[in-house]
């Protein structure tokens, strides 16, 4: 059988950083930690609920901040997390309080652990497979592409080894920009499976560019019960403005959990192994905009927590789109001022100095979802600058647009979110 992919790839962050005072030039062993990832972090079960929510809440939160964009929508917001983990091991003083309220983080001592805790178990493979079904596979990689003459903190870089197992590429971004940001777009192409290509755009990295911190997340897994592709057809999927599109629906008798709400229906697929599922919620007609306006991290969990394992004949349409912006004045909106600002950012766990804050961050997330299974990706750059027919209980046919969340089922983590609008674009 032929097995789809579902690549959560995120992600990236780039620290386009610039002097706002000349720094001297420093040996190449300034760059470079000896540290290993520790592969037994200390964090306990409720750091990582505490984790888990506050990611959860942050997702909600960035996604609200993003809904006003026209069409379709897929975000990772789980990768945009993880990216700005690392560079809050770098924060100080406001700079640091304001980006741990918008991220909902928690101490710095408790944080890197947790998320290296967590980063641990989600790459554990599910073992109640069926003997012919694909495992889930999910593989997290770091990366870290340093100045060779730029100094930066030991303690810094230690945190990042140990908890994000981040290895140091010595890089001349002075002198050669441009071919550094080719190495590291190769990387993440690599990575990636080729999903993102060229994700640092030319001009990105310059000569004044100090660190470029990567993180890619690639996850595999079918549908724990495939669709017939057999039973895939033609179907009329109803727009928010009245009009419609035909689009191919999948179409397939179910036993999964599902439930009736005020103003929607929500229904859960689980991909094989049962530890990761895409739960779809589908607000009734004309209801679309309060669902979604309305929804928080509660809500989610308490429509999760109304499902229950449901004879269902389930329609969904086949749907392929990607999604492309950048995410600086969403963080501002949320909080994160001082990092954007070159006189007030204070990045100097970093450097010792406060001579670096955060010029954009660009995020960018695919998704595709088939009879087989779903394939996704997301790369975060954060570029720093100086300063048939049985009978069935019921159906449910979405033929309008719906919000969909893929999660890790045995923590919680929302990895990916997003909206269908039009299936056909």
């Not at 720094?23 to 964090?43: D, G, Q, V």
């Not at 229904?267 to 739960?279: K, Q, R, S």
């Not at 087989?372 to 954060?382: D, F, H, L, R, S």
Request: glycine share 6%.
């Amino acid at each position: 059988m032929k097995t789809i992919l579902f690549k959560l790839l995120s992600i990236i962050i780039t620290l386009n950083v610039a002097l706002v005072a000349c720094s001297p030039s420093m040996s190449i062993a300034s760059a470079e930690s000896n540290k290993r990832r520790e592969i037994n972090p200390s964090a306990s079960k409720e750091d990582i609920k505490n984790l888990v929510d506050g990611n959860n809440a942050f997702a909600l939160e960035i996604y609200h901040s993003l809904r006003s964009e026209n069409g379709n929508l897929i975000l990772s917001p789980y990768s945009m997390s993880l990216a700005l983990a690392m560079t809050y091991a770098g924060a100080r003083g406001e700079t640091e309080v304001q980006m741990g309220q918008t991220l909902h983080f928690a101490s710095q001592k408790e944080l890197h652990a947790s998320f290296n805790t967590l980063d641990l178990e989600l790459k554990k493979e599910p073992i109640n497979l069926d003997k012919d079904q694909e495992p889930l596979h999910l593989n997290i990689a770091n990366a870290v592409w340093a100045e060779q003459t730029f100094t930066f903190l030991p303690e810094f870089l230690d945190t990042i080894a140990v908890n994000y197992g981040a290895g140091i590429n010595l890089a001349d971004f002075k002198n050669k920009p441009n071919d550094e940001r080719v190495t590291i777009n190769n990387w993440v192409s690599d990575q990636t499976e080729d999903k993102i290509n060229d994700l640092l755009p030319d001009g990105s990295v310059t000569s004044d560019t100090r660190m470029v911190l990567v993180n890619a997340i690639y996850f595999k897994a079918d549908w724990l019960d495939q669709f017939d592709a057999n039973n895939t057809r033609q179907i009329a999927f109803h727009l928010l403005d009245g009009s419609q599109v035909e689009v191919p629906m999948m179409g397939q008798g179910m036993f999964i959990p599902y439930t009736k709400g005020d103003g929607y229906a929500a229904v859960e697929l689980p991909y094989a192994g049962d530890t990761a599922a895409m739960d779809i919620i589908v607000p009734d007609e004309g209801r679309f905009e309060e669902i979604e306006s309305t929804l928080t991290g509660n809500m989610v969990n308490e429509i999760i927590g109304s499902m229950n394992p449901t004879s269902l004949m389930l329609n969904l349409p086949k749907f392929k789109f990607e999604s492309s912006f950048s995410l600086s004045d969403a963080l501002h909106q949320l909080g994160m001022v001082d990092a954007f600002d070159a006189s007030t950012a204070d990045f100097s766990g970093m450097t010792g100095e406060k001579d670096l804050f955060i010029g954009d961050v660009i995020h960018k997330a695919f998704v595709a979802v088939d009879e087989e299974g779903t394939e996704a990706a997301a790369a975060t750059a954060v570029i720093m600058e100086a300063a048939g027919v049985p009978m069935w209980e019921t159906s449910l046919l979405v033929d309008r647009p719906f919000i969909f969340i893929i999660r890790d089922k045995v923590n919680g983590q929302i990895l990916f979110i997003g909206r269908v609008l039009n299936p056909a674009k």
